[in-house]
Every structure is written in structure tokens, then in C-alpha cells.
């Protein structure tokens, strides 16, 4: 027995390997009981892999786990889950169509032989809401699709806790919750920390890391940086070590100068997404937009292309006040939006990239309502140059291309439409570094040839080397707006309110 | 004016909840409004010469929909049905037949009758789970999509029955045991309904209602059906499940396919295939009878129940002196309708919950507002 130090969790040399990244490098990682723990980090810095490590969804790792002292091996979530592992997950796993009770006990219904006892499954429900202080609140019967984002967390957090876990690993739970709501939940974890649990909470926000944690473990490119108790450190601290050193001038920052008004939005909202949003938009300018997860940063760009419903607001471009409407109507008056899933909504993944490339502009390569994509061979020769897309030729499948290129077509696809105003969303996700930079090059040369950029993006280089501009967006409101020295540190306070 | 319509809308929602319980029970508004329409256009569709054989007719359709249901909950489609009841029919008559011959015909007596039925009702069954379990294998573990599956399957199956049946209706060659199936119970007007055929029905109806409401495994279908992942995640096998699914449809299929051959006294190879094809009337009641597309929510009785009103409708519609192509247009024209509003009502459940949240977050603001002030 090594626990001398109290620990119940001890996780000592864990490495994890994805094709192409060491994605969790030699990380020693230890919990107390009664201790919340505080993993933080930028995204792809490994939090999630180690944690997902924790609970047994890869098989494949390397290092030692010990809980209560006892060496251990989580090859599967429910050896995990035996073992005392209990993990909030960041996307809930919900069964809309089935009442509060049944989400909560699905697995091990209670009951006598093989007959479900509803009486039972009730009390049992309300006792397990009461430790997540819902059960006056919430009647067991009521259908999940019923119940608020709120509380499907707390619920979600109650199905946890009903298995007694040693270890308890919230996700980035307050992500989509008021500050009253994270209040709550600040109680909740109190109590459960008289209780003698260990708790392993993700977050990216500071201000709640340093009112919930006692101690905090940085992470950075996959590296443990450092472990420290949470009075130990500064807000600046923090965020210096998540940061880390500047990668000065990777990208030469563009310089800008004011040619006028091009996009002016105003009030624009989508009930429960998005609240009254008013921004203005220059020509030639890039706009970052920065929100943590679930803060409305990929709905504000949706609905501004027409992709979702919206409530109401006002939308004015060039001067002219555009009747809010379909994608379609929107990329025909110019505004063009990238989408961040490239595989599921972005490209047809099994057709040459020629018909990727020229499926958003079928109507104007037509004639007659024939279409003719003969016609578009000068556009697709213009934009392989402008990309530079491997390989260079058209007629190859969009599936064998690497991510780079893949985003590179998908760019493409959108330019293609010569777009006044280019929303992207998270444009380098999962792109190889040389095709990241190509892209912003692109981007920048854009904004010189006068197409105003929007860049939603969650990566904090990207938007400093980018933008001329970055608002901060945090529960679907703009809350702050940063124009000039931005840097890395200057964002992550912003989008934390 | 945008205040207005704010309140206008949170009203609309708390209005929704009343809705939904009336939505999940809409059959039932639905079988009675049918049932007072035909009515009061034609007052004899009450009479007991006209129910009975609407009922017995239904049978079929009712006892198929059961296993439908459930393939429907897990959130899979089994379109086999249709060629699983051919396949029911076909082999208890085909069995019999060889079996009785083998027991020495008419000469073996009632014994040799008996056994020839068990042991052929034994044999159907058993090609029945079988063709469930082939149908389940393939959808849970080797992940082809149920469509393709069970279109195969049908396809298949009714090469089978062809050439099993060579292309020729059979029948039994002793005609005692279907008789008693056929045969009413009580010898009232409306009670002329209770056949054996009718008690087997309802028992296996009522045993399935309780196994998919009251019981652990039932209750883990429907978390299945609901939410795949957070089943597997919760630690329900959720392979098995769907596999048993697939094979309570086959079975239940092969059930009515096997009833329904002995109550007519024949097989045709090529049943449903003119006229309203059994699967269609199935599809089109579980989806009435407000099982979710998708999965996870559903009830074998409230299928039953929307067979029962479609046939109804027929039966108003050839009373009101309509013909057959009527028929099938208007079944068709309740399915696109349900179907649509299906999609709808999701549709509104997405608004209503944007709106509810918009109005909590109002009344937040507006005690921070008067917190502030005070």
C-alpha cells in the first residue's frame, strides 16, 4: 500500500498516442480524498484525453493508475465505473424520450425478479436528486425533454453519484449555466467534498477555479507544466502557464485601415442561443469572436448565415436591411459561413473534390437551368493555385485528401462564392500546422482584397495573429469587445467575464 | 410589441404541456372520433354484424404490430414483416400436411392430427426466430442499417415461400383443429368475437404491454431505443436487446402469419401483395399509434388500437359505399398526415424550449433588475 499520502487517485507516467500526436505526454496526475482538483489548459492540451483515459474509454495507454493505493488497469468504461470512477461528461448522454427515473437508474432498473417497482424507482430517484438538491424541484415522471439544460446536469450529475464513486470528474460542467445556476452547483460540490470524494474538475474559468479548488494542474501540449495549490497562485500565473511562451509574429498581423461600414447587426436573437446581439462590421475588417464552450460562439455564426431560425433582430448590409431567411438567400446577398464540422456538414466526403468545390455555385455555372461545370474550370484552377491544394488534381475523392486539404476544399467551396462577408468557424480545427498557416494567409490576403472575415475560433494564437478586432461572447451576450494589443492573456480574461 | 409577443409565446408554451399528455394519448381521441363519424353516417356500423368481422380482420395486422412495435421502440425497422407472415402461413400448413401424412392420414386418428399440429406449429416458430435472429445479428453487430436488412429479408423470404409452396395456396388435409380456432365461445351477438384465435391475440398482446412497460428488460429497451449510447454507457447489453427485438418480431409475425393460414384454411404464397399490404396497415398504425420513429417511446396496445381505427375507416368508407381505391388513398393520405405532423410537433418542441429559456433568463433579469433598485 502506497497511499500514505492520502491519495485515491494516483496516476503516475500515463501517455497516450494518436496517430501523428503524443496527445498525453508522460503526465503524473494525483487526487486526495476531499480535494477538488482543478485540470486546466488550452484546447488540445490534453485534459480531456487524460481524463477520458480515467474512465476507461481508451485501452491503449501507457503508465500506472492506482485508486486507493491498489494498482489498477481501466480498459473499459465499466471497469472504470466498478473501480470508482464517476465522469460528468461535457455532452451529455441523454434519453430524451424517457422520464428523469429511468435516465437515472437506466442500467439497474430497482425492482422485484424481473418486474420494474415504480413505487421503489421513485423514492429511490428522489433520493438520488437530493444529493444534486433537486429533488423538491423535479418530479421523477416528468419526460427528459422536458427539463432545462440545467438541470439534465445536475440529473446527469445525480446518475453519477447514485454508483458512490471515490473519484468524481466534471467536465466543464458550468458551461452552460447562469452564474446562479453555477452557485448551486458550487454548494453541491462543497458538500460532497465534507464527504470525503475526490473531485477532478475540468474548467476553462478562472474565476471558478479559484473559488472551488484547492489545488490545480496545468497542462500544455499534452505536458504536465505544473501542480500547485490554488493559494499559491495568481490569475496572471495561471493563464501565463497555460499560454505559455508568445509565438511571436508566426503570422504577420494585418494591418488595417477603416474603408466603411459593410455589415451592421443589431439585436439579433435566437431564443435560448443567442440574446440580442448587436455588432458592426467593416469592409476589409477580421473579427474574432471568442466564447468558451457553449457561450453561443458557432449559433451567433449560424444564425447570421441563415443556418437556424432567427427570433428577431436586424440585419443591414451594404446599407440595405436584408429580410433574415435561408442559407441560400443569405450566400446570394454575399454572406458566406464555414462550417465547423467539415465532415458531417461541410463536405460530401465521397465525391471528387471538383463537385465539392463547385456545389455552392450550380446556379450561376448554369444556363437555361442546365448547369455546366465546364464552366467552372477557370474558378477551380484559380483556387488550387490560391490554396495550393494537394493533390492537384480535381477529379480526386475529397476522402483521400488529408484534414488540411480537406478544410482547404471546404474553403475553397465557400470563396468560390466570392462572399462580401465570410463567416469561419474554427477554419484550423484539426489542420496540420503548414496548411494552418497557408489558410490564414489566405485569410488575410481576403481582407486586403476588401471581403470582410468574421473567424469564430476557441484558438487564442489564431485569433491574436487574425483579427483586428475580437468580441467576447459568454451566454449568448456580447460582454466585452477588444480592439487594440490583443493578446492571449487580454482573451482569456475577456471571454471569462 | 415585442414584449407582447414574448408573453404570447411563454403562454403558448406552458399551454404545451397539456398538449403534449393530449398528443401522447391521441389515438384514443382518434379511435372515438372515428368511431362517432361512421356512426352518425351510417348507424348499422355499431351493429354487431359489422364490428365482429372487423375485429377478426384486424387480428392479423394487431398481433404483427406487436413485434413491429418493438423493433420500431429499439429504433430499427422491420419491413420482413410483411414476407414473415407468408413464411408463418406456409410452413404450419406445408409441416402438417407432411407430418399427418407421416402419422399415417386419416387412419391415425385425432392423435395423429394433434401431434402433426404441434410438431408443425413447433417447426414454424422456429423459422420464425430464426429469420428474427439473422435479421438481429445483422443490424447489431454487423451494423448494416435495419432497412436494407429486413428489404433483404423480404425479399428473400418470399422467394422462399414461392418455392416452398411451389406457386399453390395449401391447405390442411384434415380440417378438424381449424374449426375449433375459428369457432366463437359464446353464442352472443357482440361476444360471437371471442374465438380462440381472438384470446391467443389478446393474451399475447396484454403479455407484451407488461413486459415492455413493467418489466427491467422492457423499460432498458426503451432507454435503448431513446439513447443507444447512454444505454451502453448505463452497462445495458444493448446488442441483445435489439437482436431480441428483431426476434419478437419475426416470431409474433410468424404467429399471425400461422393463425391466420388455420382460421382461412390456406396458404397463398403471394398474401399482401394485391390489396392493403399487412405491412403497410402495420407501419402506418405503429406510427399513428405514436410510437416515435426514432425510438424510445411507444406501446404495443396503443398500436393495436390504431389498427383497429384504420380498419374502422375501411369499413365506414366501403359502407358509405366508397370502393377499394378509396381505401388505400386514404390510408395513405393519414400516414403522410401523421408523419408530417410528426415532424412538426418536433419541430415545436426545439421552439418551445428556446422560449422557455428566453423567458426564464427575462425573469432573471428582471429580479437582478429589481434587487438593483431595491
Redesign the interface.
Known sequence: MNNKNNYVLEMKKISKRFPGTLAVDCIDFNVKAGEVHALMGENGAGKSTLMKILAGLYNDYSGEIYIAGNKVELYS??IA?TEGVGMVYQEL??????SVQ??IF????P?NG???DMKKLRSKTLNALSRVKLDKKIEPST?M??V??HESQLIEMA?VLKDKPRILVMDEPTSSL?S?EVNMLFDIIEELKKDGMAIVYISHHLHEVFKVSDRVTVLRDGKKISTCDISEVTKEQLVEMMVGQKVTDFYKQHAYQDKGKILEVSNL?????I?EVSFQLSKGEILGVVGLAGAGRTELGRCLAGADKV??GEIILEGEKIKLGSMNKMLSKGIAYLTEDRKLEGLALRLPNKVNILSSIISRLSRFGIYFPSKGKGVLTELYQKLSIYPPDPNVGTSNLSGGNQQKILLAKWLSTKPKVLILDEPTRGVDVGAKKLIHETIVNLAKEGVSVIVLSSDLPELVSLSDRVLAIKQGRIIAELQEEIDENKILLAANG | MRKFNDIFKFKKCERSVLFNNLNSNRIYVFAVLIIVIMTMTKPEFLGSGNIVPMIKTSLLPIMVGIGFTYVMIAGNFDLSVGAVINVGAAVVMGEFNRFFAIFGGDAGGTKAIVFAWIIAFAIAILAGIIIGLINGLLVAKGKVHSFIVTIGMLTALSGFVYTYCKGNTISADNSLFVNVLEKSLINIPYLKVLTIRFVICAIVLIFFEILLLRTKWGRSLLIVGSNKEAAWHSGIDTDKKIILSFVISASTATLAGMLFAISMNAAVPNYGERGINPLMLVLASTIIGGTVMTGGSGSVVKTAVAVLSIQAIFNGLIMNGLGFDVQVLAAGILLALVVIYESYSIYKQVLNKGVRVAAELKEKRKKLKQATTT
Open positions: 468504461p465499466y465505473k448522454s441523454i434519453a430524451y424520450n424517457r429511468e435516465n437506466a442500467g439497474d432498473i425492482g424481473k418486474f420494474v419526460l425533454k422536458n432545462s439544460q446518475k447562469s446562479t436573437t435566437r431564443y435560448g442561443f440574446h427570433d428577431y
